[in-house]
Nanobody, 121 residues
């Protein structure tokens, strides 16, 4: 069973940057595809971006294209979400998840507990 623990959230100013971390245990970050999601108050969970085992990343949300990138560090057993040019509407709880598959399927089976990101001046 893969366990995921997110961190790195907090308060950021509009236009600023944050890097979220997702520490992976029970597997290596390049064993499976990993994705990042978010859920804002009163809204449904939104898929943002996914990193497959060997075919690069796929961005699901047009609102983060060109601003958010996903990467992994197998030495640190961590998957990252680099967020730049932050907007107030990026405020949400951010989650990482894995598909238990090598590709970015629509089914993510293991989730972290989430980390809060607030973008405000």
């Amino acid at each position: 069973q893969v366990q995921l623990v997110e961190s790195g959230g907090g308060l950021a100013q509009p236009g600023g940057s944050l890097r979220l971390s997702c520490v992976v245990s029970g597997a290596a970050p390049d064993d499976y595809a990993f994705g990042w999601f978010r859920q804002a108050p009163g809204k449904e969970r939104e898929g943002l971006i996914c990193l497959s085992r060997s075919e690069g990343s796929t961005t699901y949300s047009d609102s983060v294209k060109g601003r958010f990138t996903i990467s992994r560090d197998n030495v640190k057993n961590t998957v990252y979400l680099e967020m730049t040019r932050l907007r107030r509407e990026d405020t949400a709880v951010y989650y990482c998840a894995t598909t238990y598959r090598s590709w970015c399927s629509s089914e993510f089976d293991s989730w972290g507990q989430g980390t809060q990101v607030t973008v405000s001046s």
